[in-house]
């Protein structure tokens, strides 16, 4: 008899597959179903800015310092996305219609901080930018500050994971994070920000600090670009009272007198700059055009601490690779590698600290589950599974613990195609 119904399951399940895989477009990106995923949205129709410059506010609460000429040498070109074999950055967000580009610059840059302070590319911290638009120091939607998102941190605790705080693309009120998220906090150890910097100030700093928020103007030209080096030369109506961006500045490139920036837009709008990421998102920009640069501000994040520098190990223990499952249950293995899903799946981790000679073990302190580099779901404490319901299509799983110091795990992935 159960030979007669895993026969049965075998072939809804290869018929469902069949059905699925036919109506998949040979040229389309299944966007991740999340919630509203305008993080990684590939329909929005505009473009969204949102800085407010500081003009009319009290500066003497910014953090201001006058950064170092270089000493020697600097490199002719720059890449945290090419850096020692490792990509520093995070995947490109998508900010939609909330003009929230403050919050984006200020996370994109912490992000990549925090991949820096654990000496690890991989890492990827995908941090909410919702928590600051809907409890930060900013106007919401409105616009805002990221130099007072990086003081507001530091004062409040830190960063939110996106999981406890998904992105909307809108005010939605402050209580509506998840309810542990005092215990999920990743601090924030200092920041600062640099106005008038010269070229290679900006380049020396970069190399030194990581990735860099920018202060720079939006004209109409911007949202038509597709690649190349931009150049819009200032024109006698501009001035720096239209600085309303604030984008992220991740290398630069002296034979060709522009800086790399990542933007807040979405992976289909702009470049694959040098093809050094898997999306579009980024703009080559002539050094001092939209004055961009006009002020930059870097982060320092604070997130190892206390006396315990092993990182713990994480194993994936369900499910296999390479095989079918049917509403949680293994059927066989399948061909070509990738795990085929159909309806709900558990993804189970096991995951333990190291012990370093003379040193204290803090133990496991939460897990996070990622799909496509968006944070899905944060799990203290055992057992780590997480239920995977939606998300029709190609997608990768992701799996991360970390410890009480802060230490994170080595990363395990899972390639599959979630059919029903």
């Known amino acids: 008899m159960t030979q007669i119904v895993d026969k049965k399951k075998l072939i809804i399940a290869v018929i469902l597959m069949f059905l699925f895989t036919m109506s998949i477009p040979i040229y389309g990106d299944i966007p991740v179903g999340i919630k509203y995923d305008s993080k990684n949205c590939s329909t929005c ?3 969204s800015l ?40 995070t995947p490109v967000r998508n900010q939609g219609s909330c003009g929230s580009c403050w919050a984006f ?26 928590y600051l638009v809907s409890c930060g120091p900013g106007q919401g939607c409105e616009g805002g500050w990221a130099q007072r998102s990086f003081q507001w941190m530091i004062n409040t605790g830190g960063a939110l994971p996106e999981s406890c705080f998904p992105y909307e693309a809108s005010d939605v009120p402050c209580d509506q994070k998840c309810a542990d998220w005092e215990n999920l906090l990743l601090p ?11 070229d290679e100030e900006i380049k020396q700093a970069l190399i030194d600090y990581g990735p860099l928020v920018a202060d720079t103007a939006v004209y109409d030209d911007w949202y038509s670009y597709r690649g190349g080096v931009y150049v819009h030369p200032e024109m006698p109506e501009e001035s720096e009272d239209d600085i309303n961006h604030q984008p992220v500045i991740v290398g630069y490139n002296d034979d060709e007198q ?33 004055f961009i640069g006009t002020a930059i501000h870097g982060v320092v994040s604070d997130v190892v601490r206390g006396n315990d520098t092993g ?6 223990t369900y499910p296999q690779e390479g095989w079918l499952y049917l509403f949680d249950t293994p059927i066989k293995e399948v061909l070509f590698g990738r795990t085929k899903v159909i309806g709900a799946l558990s993804i189970k981790v096991e995951a333990r600290d190291i012990v370093v000679e003379e040193e204290d073990v803090t133990g496991i302190d939460h897990v996070e589950f990622y799909i496509d580099g968006v944070s899905q779901y944060t799990k203290s404490g055992e057992p780590y599974i997480w239920n995977l319901e939606r998300n029709l ?3 990768e799983i992701k799996v991360i613990a970390f410890d009480g110091a802060g230490n994170p795990s080595n990363t395990v992935t899972l390639d599959i195609l979630k059919i029903l």
């Open 45 to 47: 129709s505009s473009y």
């Open 258 to 290: 522009c800086w790399i920036v990542k933007n807040s837009w979405g992976k289909y709008w702009g470049e694959n700059t040098y093809g050094l990421s898997d999306e579009k998102g980024y703009l080559r920009i002539r050094y001092g055009h939209c």
């Open 311 to 316: 990182r713990p190990v994480i194993n994936l």
């Open 105 to 130: 610059g200020a996370i994109g840059a912490l992000e990549a901080a925090m991949n820096i302070e654990y000496n690890d590319s991989t890492v990827d911290i995908d941090l909410s930018e919702q």
């Open 50 to 89: 949102g800085y407010i410059p500081l003009e009319d506010y009290n500066e003497s609460s910014l953090n201001l310092i006058t950064l170092s000429s270089p000493t020697g040498t600097l490199p002719t070109s720059f890449d945290w996305r090419n850096y020692e074999n490792g990509d520093w950055t």
């Open 393 to 395: 299509g190609f997608h």
């Open 188 to 198: 924030v150890k200092e920041y600062w920000t640099a106005e008038y910097p010269s």
